[in-house]
């Protein structure tokens, strides 16, 4: 959210803070007895502001701590994004290394989709032949009988990777691959996060999640920060306080001077 809109939103909470204040300093003229008038207005004042000004920049409070806990950590964040070789993939990995902010991109693994195999006759020459076929393989997951899952070593080539799979998979075991969904991890600096993810091409990848110091903080920022109900009622009691403020100010401000008084004839 703009800054100007969070400012103005702030000001006009204030307003309302200020109108119930005044309507309780006239009380005096009224009568004590509208105690109950001065709470319950200062109350629904209060939760109208809330729901109507302060209840939209509670949003936006993750993104204003993320900015903080950017500043203040130094680890990199990993960006995990999805794609299919039949996109370029190693064309993608240089070009997003070219990013100002991205210190490294990997492939990390594979997922196969093939037709039906029968398990219990592949499963086992699969796993112990594809890291054979190509040197990039560090293990294969037989998932279930026509999904793989190839992990792969650093610094990886997943088009040729991709491309001998399928052919081994189909010479070996006439089994015909559907589909090819390469999982990669991008590291970033901290603060180039939103950034980098702006200039991935969207029609070719999906951001998965990001992962980091600064996401774990963000996290446990979120899960100690209250739901919105309890902010608006929160804004009530606030209300409340601000009426009762104004219903005793001329009392606070006798026992503040007598107090002062006290004090000065001490000295």
């Keep these: 959210m703009d800054m100007l809109l969070v400012i103005i939103m702030l000001v006009l909470f204030i307003f309302l ?5 005044s309507t309780a300093l006239l009380t005096p003229l009224i009568g004590k007895r509208n105690l109950i ?4 207005l200062g109350f629904i004042v209060g939760v109208v502001g809330g729901a109507f000004f302060i209840s939209p920049l509670y949003d936006d409070i993750p993104d204003m701590a993320r900015a903080v806990f950017t500043s203040t950590t130094g680890g990199p964040e990993i960006i995990n994004i999805n794609m299919s070789t039949d996109s370029d993939v190693t064309a993608f990995i240089q070009n997003t290394k070219k990013i ?20 219990s006759d592949w499963s086992n020459t699969i796993q112990k032949s594809i890291p054979v076929v190509d040197s990039d393989v560090k293990s294969v997951d037989v998932i279930s009988n026509d999904t793989l899952i190839i992990n792969l070593n650093k610094d990886n ?25 390469a999982e ?26 990001i992962t980091g110091p600064v996401e774990d903080q963000i996290a446990s920022f979120k899960k100690n920060l209250p739901d919105k109900t309890s902010l608006i009622i929160f804004c009530g ?18 026992l503040v001077s007598k107090i002062r008084g006290k004090m000065n004839k001490k000295e």
């Design 17 to 21: 803070m200020v109108f119930v204040f």
């Design 37 to 40: 008038f001065v709470l319950s």
């Design 100 to 119: 100002n902010g991205v210190k490294d991109v990997q492939c990390n693994k594979i997922t196969v989709r093939t037709t039906e195999f029968n398990m």
């Design 157 to 181: 080539n997943p088009m040729i990777l991709a491309k001998n799979v399928e052919k081994w998979l189909n010479m070996a075991a006439g089994i015909e691959v559907l589909s090819n969904i």
């Design 184 to 209: 990669l991890s991008i590291t970033v600096e901290p603060s180039q996060v939103d950034s980098v993810s702006t200039q991935l091409p969207q029609n070719e990848v999906v951001i998965a999640n």
């Design 237 to 254: 009691i606030i209300g409340m306080l601000v009426g009762l403020l104004g219903l005793f100010i001329d009392s606070i401000s006798q």
